[in-house]
């Protein structure tokens, strides 16, 4: 697999998720910088987490603009997977790759922490790695996490089994006490209509090796070497 990671003025999670994907796939990714107007041959492409031109105006909406995403929108509608990550979902909501906004949490504070998620879909080619209903144990690390979309949008997620995380207590019950930032019906991860992107608030690169306490992100990262060759 050979995956190309976005770098910004500001990215300040590229280098963790480069790791994370070389210990999976077993190469280097290609760090593309936002300036650049085409990228590699690239059978992955990821958006890191980070603080994209410093949360200036409003998180993502300037990278949006940015040379290399009007090519990664491209790629994206042409089927080669996008993982989001943090700040890169918040890109993906304002490229229009995924539908929603991401609003600041509800108690107005920076989260950083350990979260669990409960994994609700299984069939993309990020989450096979898990167990339908599986729980994991993933970081979390945002001011702006809070999903919010309309009535019509969160039906459409639902039926569509496109919502691919939500919060959760430890024994995967999700309710509001297991909400940390007040996102609706705690979503933490959604996936596009076709599958092929996926936008996450919590950084499973953060908990991909031993070293870090934990490898509940790291089936991620294998899944997509493992299907992407």
Not at 72 to 100: D, H, Y
Not at 104 to 131: M, P, Q, W
Not at 167 to 192: F, K, L, Q
Request: net charge negative.
């Amino acid at each position: 697999m050979q995956a190309s990671v976005i770098v910004f003025p500001g990215s300040n999670c590229d280098r963790d998720v480069k790791v994370a994907l070389a210990e999976s796939a077993g190469r280097e990714p290609t760090m593309v910088w936002h300036g650049d107007s085409e990228l590699p041959k690239s059978d992955l492409i990821v958006l890191p987490g980070g603080f994209a031109y410093g949360d200036y105006l409003r998180c993502g909406a300037i990278a949006a603009h940015s040379p290399i995403m009007r090519e990664v929108v491209r790629k994206a509608e042409g089927g080669t997977p996008v993982l989001a990550i943090c700040n890169g979902f918040q890109v993906a909501i304002e490229s229009g790759l995924l539908p929603g906004a991401l609003i600041s949490n509800a108690n107005l504070k920076y989260i950083c922490k350990d979260v669990h998620l409960r994994v609700e879909n299984v069939h993309t080619c990020f989450t096979a790695g898990y167990d339908e209903d599986e729980v994991i144990r993933i970081p979390i690390a945002h001011h702006d996490g809070n999903y919010v979309a309309d009535d019509d949008t969160v039906a459409e997620l639902e039926d569509e089994n496109r919502i691919v995380f939500r919060y959760s207590g430890p024994d995967g019950t999700v309710d509001d006490e297991a909400n940390p930032n007040g996102s609706r019906g705690n979503i933490a991860g959604i996936v596009n209509k076709a599958g092929n992107v996926l936008g996450m608030m919590p950084h499973p690169e953060r908990l991909s090796d031993p070293v870090h306490g934990g490898t509940d992100g790291r089936p991620i990262f294998d899944t997509l070497a493992g299907s992407l060759g």
